[in-house]
């Protein structure tokens, strides 16, 4: 408890030491609890008192206006209330900065604390789970340990967790639990990262902002729901050109290099400005035209939050809260990035949530958003979504859908399965042939290296080992 908290419990506790005898004089006294006592929002436990929240109380003059801590000639208070058993576990470890994870500096140990509070790293917002959650019960088949082959050599599923530094892994089939396993230090109340998983959440929301009414169809214009963009090299581009990460927009996505476009973005983000990453986004060229050629790029979906903003008029955490999360079941509170304070979410990143509501997320997906009998989605938007396109000019697209991978080999190509994947090992892999959805937690060094396992033969062995 720190020290403001804990003065005023000993204020409370004296009261009613000195309530039972005579008062020969009373007044009002307000005990304020200052901002600059107080950690900052990222670190304040759920049961501290907000900056500038008032506690006031009916204090006798001998002595009580001018307490200085618990100290007392009489008896001591007795022991402070311990904290809500549901506080975060792992508020309190050490973390590392933005910079030093975009830049691969991160030591092995200071990554996993990181990347399970990125909260601390910006402003968040909340979004709200639901009062009942969906039930994810145990399978009555359990996953074998399970032996294949990749890249001409033998693993199993240890080799798979070791080597490509698992933090937490979860597979899901018709719905149940199959396989669940935490490491370096998660729990089932962890919330980890999403990195560009948060792409495919933005890309959904879009979805149901459609079926909702509140954007036409993908064939809008980008300018319609962001009027500031007019002008800018987005004039002319799409709903689906930047779903498809086809603007024609210039952009540099290399995490590492200090002079990228996504190093600038971040950047901004870093700087807190209201505005900044718009502006920043205004002012890049064009490449090419509109929906010509393919560019993975961080940017688009900054672009794709931006206008989902502009359609519904409300923050994008309410809406995932209000649409899905509170909705389809998930347990636990969630949190996303803020380009600002009180600003708009980063639509590419800085989603952190537990591993059980990433595999809800997951089946609300597979079993193409219906919620109650209803999709909130529009008719085939999952399809649509999880499966490769072609470009204005003809040419193939055939891994990228609206923001979701698409498995292109292996027995997922047959199943046409699909994925939304996130730098240092974060996936949501989802196969609704087989009814299946595998999320992995990653806690690799480095922005730029895939895991030492291919994640695909570790999928489709997974896949054939429950059917």
């Known amino acids: 408890m720190h020290e403001p908290q804990w003065r005023a419990y000993c204020l409370r506790w004296r009261l009613r030491r000195t309530a039972s005898g005579p008062l020969a004089t009373i007044r009002r006294t307000k005990v ?74 991160l030591t092995p140990d200071l990554a996993v604390n990181t990347f399970r509070n990125i909260d601390r790293l910006f402003p968040t917002r ?137 190093r600038a973005l971040l950047e901004a983000q870093i700087g807190q400005k209201p505005g900044t990453a718009l502006e920043l986004m205004s002012k890049l060229p064009r490449a090419a035209a509109p929906g010509s050629t393919f560019n993975y790029s961080t940017g688009e979906t900054q672009i794709a939050g931006e206008l989902l903003h502009g359609a519904i008029k409300k923050p994008l955490a309410h809406y995932l809260s209000e649409k899905i999360w509170s909705k389809f079941g998930m347990e636990a509170e969630a949190n996303w990035w803020l380009d600002s304070p009180d600003g ?27 919620i109650d009998g209803k999709s909130i989605l529009p008719n085939n938007w999952v399809a649509d979504a999880g499966s490769g396109k072609s470009l204005s000019g003809g ?17 997922s190509a047959i199943d046409k399965a699909f994925y939304a994947t996130g730098i240092f090992g974060q996936n949501i892999y989802i196969n609704q042939k087989e009814k299946v959805v595998i999320v992995t937690w990653g806690a690799q060094s480095k922005p730029t290296g895939a895991g030492v396992v291919n994640n695909t033969a570790f999928f489709d062995a997974v896949v054939k080992a429950l059917q």
């Not at 500038?52 to 204090?59: E, I, N, P, Q």
């Not at 979410?345 to 597979?366: H, Y």
């Open 32 to 105: 304020t609890i200052h901002a600059a006592s107080v950690p900052p929002s990222s670190s304040r436990p759920s049961w501290m008192p907000r900056p500038g929240r008032s506690l006031v109380y009916s204090l006798a003059l001998a002595g009580l206006i001018g307490l200085a801590g618990c100290g007392s000639d009489d008896d001591p208070p007795p022991a402070p209330p311990e904290p809500p058993a549901n506080t975060y576990p792992h508020a309190k470890e050490p973390i590392g900065t933005v910079r030093q994870m975009y830049d691969g500096t």
């Open 126 to 262: 909340s979004i709200a789970p639901a009062a009942t959650p969906r039930p994810l019960p145990k399978a009555a088949k359990q996953l074998p340990a399970i032996k294949f082959t990749a890249g001409g050599k033998n693993y199993d599923i240890y080799d798979y967790l070791a080597l490509n530094r698992v933090s937490g892994l979860l597979v899901l089939k018709n719905g149940e639990i199959a396989y669940e396993t935490y490491q370096y230090g998660n729990t089932e109340k962890t919330r980890w990262m999403s990195m560009s998983v948060a792409k495919s959440i933005t890309s959904t929301l879009i979805g149901v902002a459609i079926q909702d009414g509140l954007i036409g169809s993908v064939h809008d214009q980008v300018v319609k729901y962001v009027p500031k963009l007019a002008g800018s090299a987005y004039d002319g581009a799409t709903v689906r050109d930047v779903l498809m990460m086809s603007s024609g927009v210039k952009w540099d996505e290399t995490y590492t290099n200090p002079a990228s476009d996504r």
């Open 344 to 370: 708009i979410e980063i639509g590419g990143s800085g989603l952190s949530a537990t591993l059980r509501d990433w595999g809800r997320f997951g089946l609300f997906f597979m079993n193409d958003g219906v």
């Open 395 to 411: 040419d193939p697209l055939p891994y990228y859908g609206y923001m979701w991978w698409v498995n292109t080999d292996g027995q």
